[in-house]
């Protein structure tokens, strides 16, 4: 499983960017989004950005890794969920139209 990490671009150079994640700085490659300007912050995979990212989806994003990390670590995650606590589940479009309609089988 690939986990993707939002990063922010510190310099950036052609297809190739310094970009931060607030413990480490590392060179990522800007192929598949082309050059961005300083503070951008782009989701990345293996090094690699995939997409630019809304400042406040990247550091949910961030909150939620980090609280991964403390769960690991035999914590309790803090409130790195808390945008998801107050949220009920919900069904997929097709399957609670499925729903709606009466069906209860597949």
Known sequence: MCVGIPMQIL???GIAATAADGNREVLI???LTGPLPRGTWVLTF???ARAVLPEAEAL???D???GLRDIMAGGTGGD???DLDARTPQL???LAAAQASGRTEG
Request: net charge negative; aromatic share 4%; with cysteine.
């Open 80 to 82: 790195a969920f808390a």
């Open 92 to 94: 997929p479009p097709h």
């Open 11 to 13: 310099d950036c150079d």
């Open 60 to 62: 949910l994003i961030l």
């Open 46 to 48: 293996l090094g690699t």
């Open 29 to 31: 490659d800007l192929s």
């Open 64 to 66: 939620a890794l980090q």
